[in-house]
C-alpha cells in the first residue's frame, strides 16, 4: 500500500510500495504550517504539480533539480522548468494519463487560476488540474485548488482515497466539498487547502460533520502519516 505524509497546505509526499517516492504540489520552505523544509525532504523520483500557483510549486523547481525527479504537470509547466535548469519532465494535459514505473497517472479537471509562478512573461500560463492515481491497487485523487465540479461525478466508483481543499475563499470550501464527495463517493476523503493563513481558516470537524457517512473523514495534521 502507498505510505502518504502530509506536509500541510496541500503537500504530500507519498512512498510506494516499490520505494519510489513522489511529491505532489511541494510547498515547504515558506509554508507557514509545513513540518519540514525542503532540504529534509530527501530523496525524490517524481514531482506532481496540479497547478502553477506559489502554495503548490514554489518547491517544485529547486527540488528537481536537488534531487534529478522528474516533474509531471501540464505541457506549460513542465516546459517552464525546462527553460529554469530542470532536466527531467514529464508532461500531461487534462484528461491525459501515462503508466509511469510506480503507477498509472491521470490530470483531471479542476476550476481555478492558472498562473505560474516564476513565470514573469505570461507565456507558459495554464490550466490547473489534479491528479487520478493508481498507486499499488489504491486510486488516489488529488483533486488540486478547485470549485466544485459537475465533472466529479465521472470519477464515482474510481476513487477509494479523495483529497480536497475545504479552505473557501480560494477554492471549494466545507458545504461544496461535502457535496463533491457525494459526486464521488470516496472510501476515504483528506480535507486540505485550510488552516495555512487566516483567510482560508476552517474547522475540519465541521467537514466531518458535513459529510456524514458518505465517506470516513481523515483529518491530518503536518507530519501525519497516512496508509489507506
Known amino acids: 500500500m502507498p505510505k502518504l ?16 517516492r513522489l511529491v505532489i504540489d511541494p510547498f515547504f520552505d515558506d509554508n507557514p504550517v509545513a513540518d519540514i523544509r525542503r532540504a529534509e525532504v530527501g530523496a525524490v523520483d517524481f514531482i506532481l504539480c496540479t497547478h502553477g500557483h506559489f502554495d503548490h510549486f514554489a518547491d517544485a523547481l529547486p527540488l528537481a533539480k536537488e534531487t534529478g525527479a522528474t516533474l509531471v504537470s501540464t505541457f506549460e509547466i513542465v516546459s517552464f522548468a525546462e527553460t529554469q535548469g530542470v532536466a527531467n519532465g514529464h508532461p500531461l494535459h487534462i484528461g491525459g494519463g501515462y503508466d509511469f514505473p510506480f503507477g498509472r497517472v491521470k490530470m483531471t479537471a479542476a476550476l481555478h487560476g492558472g498562473q505560474v509562478h516564476g513565470d514573469t512573461t505570461g507565456q507558459f500560463t495554464t490550466v490547473p488540474g489534479g491528479f487520478l492515481m493508481h498507486l499499488d491497487g489504491t486510486r488516489i485523487y488529488h483533486a488540486g485548488d478547485t470549485a466544485l465540479l459537475m465533472d466529479m461525478q465521472l470519477l464515482r466508483g474510481n476513487v477509494d482515497v479523495a483529497i480536497l481543499p475545504i479552505g473557501d475563499n480560494f477554492t471549494m470550501g466545507p458545504e ?39 465517506a470516513v473523514v481523515q483529518v491530518m495534521s503536518p507530519g501525519d502519516v497516512y496508509v489507506p
Do not use: C, K, M
Open 5 to 20: 505524509t502530509f506536509h500541510g497546505q496541500s503537500t504530500f509526499s507519498v512512498e510506494t510500495e516499490d520505494g519510489t
Open 176 to 214: 461544496d466539498a461535502a457535496e463533491a464527495v457525494g459526486f464521488i463517493d470516496p472510501d476515504v476523503v483528506i480535507p486540505v487547502h485550510y488552516n495555512t493563513w487566516p483567510l482560508i481558516a476552517q474547522d475540519p470537524e465541521r467537514f466531518r460533520a458535513l459529510v456524514g457517512d458518505r
